[in-house]
């Protein structure tokens, strides 16, 4: 059997959805552009010291074989165009000597991960004959250490993803490994851009990409984007433990649906995203951005019909009777695991130990066939525990002519695999916590006219699949090794009805209708949410070129719950010192302007901000203090306030009534704070209190009531956060704050003299007036026909913060205080460009473009390139 031939895939008993059939608003392109974390293949390069030539050849490599049938039937059997766009994976090196170093030091290896664009186009020529197919599109990352692209997924995701708690470090190697996640999911975004065409669905693979979907939605608001979570997701109390936990789920969050194992995992999700992230969720929803993106447990399925002709083809039968012949006296418990510290390899070998304990008139007739390959680099551990208690069930149990346990670690060819499954009296996947187990429902395949039971472990999302399995707690040794003796005891009749339901699950959950669902389901969904605005992550680094290529800037920035995080006592909510260096670094720079606008009074703000060289606006705007003054101008004073007196009436009665509420009052505004109260109370009384006002005091004078957090306030009409805003955009940029009212009009101000970046930051209802205000000069320059910046903008950047749940008409959002200070620690060189994901251009070995490191780089593969050349002609 050809090892190309897993590359293929089954047509569907289903009819599969056509991009014909769906949706005429969507415009679909009829592609589907399938985005994995590896090729389905392994390159390698041979260099030949007689010729002097760097040989490059390539092969197809077993593993994932259920996800790339799923591309494969899109490409080969419906209407789909079906694009693979997936990493290369490591390059390895075939030479004998590849570690030898030339007189230059340059070792084979090294040689082998320069390539060209001219060697790039040939190997990629080859991955393409090798998957027969021309929509295969290969991610290049080349560096010496080519395992750094993994180590984050790897080493920091998986492990809690399965539960496994990290070890306490000083989180260095940790926050270089979340860069190199970073590039990863970067490099994959510039790739997919050269690549994406309007009406396009965009299908993401797993855990190595969960910041790709946000990026995208960054770039293409329009786009239809998918998800799929093939390993477990877990509870929230775990995946808290992560330091980068926001900047994950928000990565994922930028799908339209997001697909999981398990109920139990979807569940998990949905918990992070309230829990975590203050979101508002359903059953099956998560409200954010502007819109809801659907969550959905579709368990993957296999290839069944593509199994069933492999696994019974004339070589195999061969293998299976050669088995048979050697064990012919004995039963076959067969085990294929990855040996790490989830597939559960040792409960295995201590549950068939048990057995062996329990049951000794089954000794010297029962073997265990376990084969696995290697693990993560984390799993060093289990390879060594795994050999310890092979050793000593060995030992213990065998003989001159019997081993108990036959432990191959080793990747074994396909057909030895199908053989065993089929030869197998019994198949035994005990992992303490899996995703989907293909080994089971191949097991099923192969079984069609043996009917071996399958034992299998509960904690495994293909549970959920093959309900009819015998269920196991892969910790409860006792309770494996009595499930052993029932099966081998189990009688033919029963064995044969327990495999025909089994065979039924298995056939009806096949890969082609997991892809086929998937695409209906998130077709479906984006022609119902696509109406609304979407609102998507900050684009940080597209932020910072923006900041370094202008020269009049001007931030507005909101204080609780944007620069400090909501506390219960107002009076506790001070600046951090890391809040206070950013301010000083940003004012140290003459082309910076910021100013502090805020709910509070003029007495908190100078207290706390009044020394550094910012602009304050106290009370929604109803006072401001200019850059560089000590003076505060009252915008009020000139207007009718005998409203207060009224207004304050009505907060003493709802205070003396609602314990843990009291009333702030400013000069010009007065506010009802009841976060200290009972939130069910306090929540009704606000709403009574606001009701009351709305009918009253509103009815009598030009005031708003404004509904904020755990808070109302009551303000003048012609004050508030927007009109401070209006004034101080239109301003000419550092000249002093005029106190007149201002319009939106360029006919003033001369071009030059406007701001040419402002980045607006708040997160309160009242903030939204800001944003509006800025949206509005924004609409009134593009109706002038103002010239924009290189990047298409005003420099414009209205951003929410908080909870993206809430409504917004903020063009991008912030989660959380700390990723404001993140950002703006970006924008002063104090934090690393790639700590978020964002549009930044790469080249291939994952250095910024144009960069020094980038330039090095080229002037390497040039070298590399004189190399080999003059190894040529050494040899003519």
Known sequence: MSELDQLFAYPSDVPPISPKDANSKLKLSGRVLNIMSSLPTQIYNNFDYKTGEHNWYVESVRGNSALYSSHFFLDQHTDWESHLIAWTGEIISKSSNHNNQDSK????????????????????????????????????????????????????????????????????????????????????????????KPGDIIWIHDYYLFLLPQLLRMEFPDAYIGLYVHVPFPSSEYFRCLSKRSQLLDGMLGADKIGFQSDSFQRHFLSCAARLLGYDVTANEVLAYGTAISVETLPIGIDTKKIAHDAFQSGIEDKVNALREIYHDKKIIVGRDRLDKVRGVAQKLQAFEMFLQMYPEWRDKVVLIQVSSPGYSHSGKVEKDVAELVNHINSEYGNLNYTPVLHYQMRIDKDEYFALLRVADLALITSVRDGMSTTALEFVICQEKNSSPLILSEFTGTSSVLTESILVNPWDSVGIAKTINDCFNMSEGHKQSLQQRLYKQATTNTIQTWTIEFLTHLLNHVGQTHQSHYIPSLNRPLLLNNYKNSKRRLFLFDYDGTLTPIVKDPAAAIPSSRLNDILDALSADPRNQIWVISGRDQAFLDKWLGSYNIGLSAEHGCFMKDIGSNEWVNLAESFDMSWQQKVEDVFKFYTERTPGTHIEKKKVALTWHYRRADPELGSFQATLCYNQLIATVAQQYEVEIMEGKANIEVRPKFLNKGEIVKRLALNPHGAKQDTHPVTKTKKDVPLDELPDFMLCLGDDLTDEDMFRSLKDIESEWQLNELPKNEYGTYGVYPVAVGPASKKTIATSHLNEPSQVLETLGLLTGQVSIFESAGSIDLDDRGHVTNSESSERSKSAIKAASIRRKDKLKEKV
């Open 105 to 196: 030091g340059v070792t084979d290896l090294d040689e082998s991960l320069y390539l060209d664009d001219k060697e790039k186009l040939e190997v990629e020529k080859k991955v393409r004959t090798s998957c027969k197919s021309e929509n295969v599109h290969p991610v290049w990352l080349l560096r010496k250490d080519q395992h750094r692209w993994r180590k984050y997924a790897e080493d920091v995701l998986w492990p809690v993803f399965h539960y496994i708690q990290g070890q306490p470090s000083d989180g260095k190697a940790e926050a270089e490994a979340w860069h190199d996640y970073v590039k990863f999911n970067e490099v994959y975004f510039n790739r997919i851009k050269t690549i994406y």
